[in-house]
């Protein structure tokens, strides 16, 4: 099992700057990935921003060249560099992992850092 423990949420005004913390402990030396998500009220949970032990980033459209997701070669922990953030990124952030114990691919959460962003 992995946990994962999130930090660094809260409120910011419209074109500031927000970084996000997540700190993996358990059994960390099974996880390839590590990212986030994250969901505003009434929508579905979506993608952010995921990076690989080896370094390889994905990022959603809506973030790319205003987030920065960092965290290669540690399977201690991930962060996410927010900036010019905009009303439209409001919502609870999540950390995830992923990672494979055996045969069996493992998913894994965090509880959520809420992210307000002021007009």
């Known amino acids: 099992q992995v946990h994962l423990l999130e930090s660094g949420g809260g409120l910011v005004q419209a074109g500031g700057s927000l970084r996000l913390s997540c700190a993996a402990s358990g059994s960390i030396w099974s996880i390839n990935t590590m990212g986030w998500y994250r969901q505003a009220p009434g929508k579905q949970r979506e993608l952010v921003a995921t990076?690989?032990?080896?370094?390889?980033?994905n990022y959603a459209d809506s973030v790319k060249d205003r987030f920065i997701i960092s965290g290669e070669n540690s399977k201690n922990g991930v962060w996410l560099r927010m900036n010019s953030l905009k009303p439209e990124d409001a919502a609870v952030y999540y950390c995830?992992?992923?990672?494979?114990?055996?045969?069996?691919?493992?998913?894994?959460w965090g509880q959520g850092t809420q992210v307000t962003v002021s007009s």
């Open positions: 990076i690989t032990y080896g370094g390889s980033t």
């Open positions: 995830y992992a992923d990672g494979v114990i055996g045969t069996q691919k493992m998913y894994y």
